[in-house]
């Protein structure tokens, strides 16, 4: 699986932004795609997670009731809907997909097969 997030940029506190992650290479069945973010000194952390067969859907507390993560079947594209944005959102965000994850790992970075590039996202208070 091939993946390609982009979508990010520069915005104010409050604002909202949307991220994508277009997949491509082979079916998503049973695939979750995943997005993870790394601020400057700090480690790889989850932010969402959506099951492609399914659609169940999973979110860090830090991101819940702000952020929504979707998926478009005819696109093979995983969304990220990021609203009521903070500074601390300020991140570089990844998309990731991994195949028959289970729970406790679906939120893991090691649990993740395939990794797209970055995309920076900047909050400015």
């Known amino acids: 699986v091939q993946l390609q997030a982009y979508g990010g940029g520069l915005v104010q506190a409050g604002d909202s932004l949307r991220l994508s992650c277009a997949a491509s290479?082979?079916?998503?069945?049973?695939?979750?795609i995943g997005w993870f973010r790394q601020a400057p000194g700090k480690e790889r952390e989850f932010v969402a997670a959506?099951?492609?067969?399914?659609?169940?859907?999973y979110y860090a507390d830090s991101v819940k009731g702000r952020f929504t993560i979707s998926r478009d079947n005819a696109k093979a594209t995983v969304y990220l809907q990021m609203t009521s944005l903070k500074p601390v959102d300020t991140a570089v965000y990844y998309c990731?997909?991994?195949?028959?994850?289970?729970?406790?790992?679906?939120?893991?970075?090691?649990?993740?097969?395939?990794w797209g590039q970055g995309t920076l996202v900047t909050v400015s208070s």
């Open positions: 290479g082979r079916t998503l069945s049973n695939y979750a």
């Open positions: 990731a997909g991994g195949w028959g994850l289970i729970l406790s790992v679906l939120t893991t970075a090691r649990g993740y097969q395939f």
């Open positions: 959506i099951r492609w067969t399914g659609g169940t859907t």
